[in-house]
């Protein structure tokens, strides 16, 4: 005879409890640490992500890369086209969180939770070198276009009320970058960037200036959905800036990024990139070969080559440093070239003896903080960079961080400091415009060789004119 299901239930429910029948469902950082990966919405710019000469790179990849190996998980990235695009992939639960260089919005933060911010930005107004620059809104004449649903857009509306007349159209298609191209080739009046978005695309576009601000400061930060997800991943996140921002890890980052962009020189990066197509291709295939002999990226050694002499291989200094690579007579016995003025043997020498000096760097000390480095002490000696490092330490700064060290290289000049250390007097402060130099032309050339062809503009970004500006 069957026993009573009424029963049977009664005295089964404590036992499934007990063997974890009714357990509680897992968190939103559980079920991340659970399923071994983490899906994060991005998008594929300059200032955010794309690949690199050696693999994934940008600060919201290293952010959130961070972020990833922090709680033990892989990273997946999902790239959207533009803001509107990462705005309404956010809203389907296409990811996890976005981190997109997405501005901390009043509006915004009605239907996403924003991270502490990360780094602050302003509003420019963008246009074209060579033509009327406006002082306000009320003085555009010509077409206004910004990406659709991004915080230049809102910015727009409010403006409304001080400026009835003002118009503008959005695009649902196109990125920030894509419109600051337009600008560029001359096919669009004005658009709107964020200032660190217009200060990394000038080193590409150097036609593209700032009118004037258009806002204060503002927070970029990571957008978590309100719906579909508790807290935990969100104060994991939050917890995970709090400590960046403490430790000043995040300051390390933001001048990996950005330290080098200051102080356009509109002519210098016009003449660069007329440079990039003229002058290059003669040593392109030297500066390759050396590249892989010495494991490092040949744009690299271009970019040295251009800071050091232009790409002319019968150029010396004041100082007689001679050669594409400006290697002093010493440095050239060393390395065995005979001839300094044989551009072929100068970018050979150059790239061993870069090798040479990245070798010499303490191995605690990773990329590119290492590279850095061993560029300053090409320029000003790897003795003097030791003692700029001894100074550092000296002074509570890190000596394993460029942005430590370039702080104190300029030191080297004065005598209250040059006296404590071995080698003496340096004309340390030079080093630290070698370097920033050098980043500024690297990154350059990096964005001419890898950008896809089939973007907007890029075909024109080597072959616009200086008589057409």
């Known amino acids: 005879m069957p ?13 499934l409890f007990l063997l974890g029948g009714c357990s509680e469902p897992k968190s939103t950082l559980e079920k991340v640490q659970a399923q071994g990966y983490i899906t994060v919405l991005t998008r594929n710019v300059a200032t955010s992500y794309y690949e690199g000469p050696s693999g994934p790179t940008g600060i919201e990849y290293e952010l959130a890369k961070g972020f990833a190996d922090e709680l033990g998980v892989e990273l997946r990235l999902v790239t959207a086209t533009n803001v509107s695009d990462v705005l309404n992939q956010l809203a389907e639960g296409k990811a996890d969180f976005a981190a997109a260089g997405l501005t901390d919005t009043e509006s915004r933060r009605t239907w996403v939770r924003f991270t502490p911010g990360y780094q602050n930005i302003t509003q420019q107004l963008v246009y074209r070198r060579g033509t009327p620059r406006p002082t306000n809104l009320s003085e555009l004449k010509g077409r206004l276009e910004v990406v659709s649903r991004s915080s230049h857009a809102e910015q727009l509306d ?28 001359g096919t669009l009046d004005y658009t709107i960037a964020d200032s660190h978005e217009l200060a990394s695309n000038q080193l590409l576009y150097p036609e593209l200036c700032a009118a004037f601000d258009i ?8 957008a978590f959905p309100k719906k579909g997800q508790d807290d935990t991943l969100y104060l994991a996140a939050t917890a995970y800036f709090n400590n960046l921002h403490k430790s000043g890890r995040l300051d390390q980052i933001l001048e990996r990024y950005y ?3 200051t102080g356009f020189d509109y002519v210098e990066n016009r003449t660069y990139l007329d440079d990039i197509r003229e002058r290059l291709p003669l040593y392109q295939a030297a500066f390759q070969k050396a590249g892989l002999d010495n494991s490092v990226d040949w744009r690299l050694l271009a970019a040295m080559a251009y800071q050091e002499s232009h790409w002319d291989a019968d150029a010396v200094s004041r100082t007689g440093v001679r050669g594409i690579m400006m290697l002093t007579f010493v440095t050239a016995q060393h390395l065995g070239v005979q001839e300094r003025n044989d551009p072929l043997a100068s970018i050979e020498g150059g790239g061993r003896y870069l090798r040479m000096l990245l070798e010499k760097i303490p191995d605690r000390i990773p990329n590119p903080d290492r590279l850095w480095l061993a560029l300053a002490a090409y320029n000003v000696g790897f003795s003097h960079l030791e003692d700029a490092r001894i100074i550092t330490q000296m002074r509570g700064g890190n000596p394993d961080t460029w942005m430590d060290v370039k702080a104190n290289l300029p030191l080297l000049r004065k005598s209250a400091w040059h006296t ?10 030079e080093a630290v415009k070698y ?35």
Do not use: C
């Not at 050098?438 to 008589?467: F, H």
């Open 158 to 185: 409010r403006s409304r009320s001080e400026y009835p007349n003002l118009t503008w159209s959005e695009n649902s298609e196109l990125n920030s970058e894509d419109l600051m191209a337009m600008v560029s080739e």
């Open 435 to 469: 370097v920033e130099n050098i980043r500024s032309y690297y990154d350059t050339l990096v964005w001419v060789t890898l950008q896809d062809e089939s973007r907007p503009g890029i075909n024109n970004a080597l072959s616009m004119s200086t008589p057409a500006l």
């Open 259 to 261: 330290g080098h962009m």
């Open 420 to 429: 404590k250390v071995r080698n003496g007097y340096a004309r340390g402060g």
């Open 215 to 222: 806002t204060g400061e503002e927070p970029l930060a990571w």
């Open 3 to 15: 026993g009573n299901p009424l029963r049977y239930s009664a005295f089964a429910l404590p036992l």
